[in-house]
């Protein structure tokens, strides 16, 4: 089973409506990183959240960790053609020494139409 | 400021080949990673470099893979020779002194996009 995982896989909806996308870790989560990908681009950070119960938001999006820091969920008012692509959520597990490995979810891909 | 750049972004070679994947962090960026994403599965941690140190590889597949940084400013990842399972996008991502561990984010690269035919 994955380690982290998103929900849903895929998700289709029309110009203005709002969304959700969920990320969940069998573990407990010491960062969550949200990221988004557009096709043959490069990640791009959106937010990065640590304490539980936080709440981050940029523009029409908006992230939070739940209190048990196992769960995270981003948030979209208003969906733009523009928010289309996919999203990706990444856990820093502080595993050892090593800072920064991140363990990803398999992604959401979101498609907007106009 | 520039970003985490990559270079090729585009790659195909035959299997049995050499390619060298390069990175340039964004400047005064210690930490220096390397993840991939092959065909159908998420995207995986290779290594971390700290300065021109290795401080985890254990993500590297196998050792076909090798990846150097010295002078602790670029990183270089050799795959050789190449097979066809190592097609997918190799990123590159950096983050400041002290990492995640003091909240500082992680900046990904487009990625250096590996076909082996």
């Known amino acids: 089973s994955q380690e982290l995982e998103q929900s849903p896989q895929s998700l289709i909806v029309q110009e203005g409506k709002n969304l959700t996308i969920n990320c969940t870790s069998s573990?407990?989560?010491?960062?969550l990183y949200w990221y988004k990908q557009k096709y043959g681009e490069g990640l791009i950070f959106l937010m990065m959240?640590?304490?539980?119960?936080e709440e981050k938001s940029h523009e029409k999006i908006t992230a939070k960790l739940d209190e048990k820091k196992q769960q995270s969920s981003l948030h979209i008012t208003a969906s733009q053609p523009s928010h289309a692509g996919i999203y990706l959520c990444g856990a820093d597990r502080r595993g050892g020494t090593s800072y920064g490995k991140l363990t990803f979810g398999q992604g959401t891909i979101l498609t907007v139409h106009p | 400021e520039a970003g985490v750049t990559q270079f090729p972004s585009h790659s195909v070679i035959e299997k049995g080949q050499t390619v060298t994947l390069r990175c340039d962090p964004i400047?005064?960026?210690?930490?220096l990673y390397w993840y991939r994403r092959v065909m159908g599965k998420e995207i995986k941690f290779l290594l971390h470099f700290v300065k021109e140190s290795k401080q985890d590889e254990s993500g590297m597949p196998n050792n076909r893979f090798l990846a150097e940084r010295t002078g602790g400013t670029y990183s270089t990842l050799k795959v050789q020779p190449a097979e066809l399972e190592d097609s997918g996008v190799y990123f590159c991502?950096?983050?400041?002194?002290?990492?995640?561990?003091?909240?500082?984010?992680?900046?990904f690269g487009e990625g250096s996009w590996l076909t082996v035919v």
């Open positions: 991502a950096s983050s400041q002194v002290g990492g995640t561990a003091n909240g500082n984010t992680i900046y």
């Open positions: 959240l640590q304490k539980g119960g």
């Open positions: 400047s005064g960026h210690d930490n």
């Open positions: 573990k407990t989560l010491y960062g």
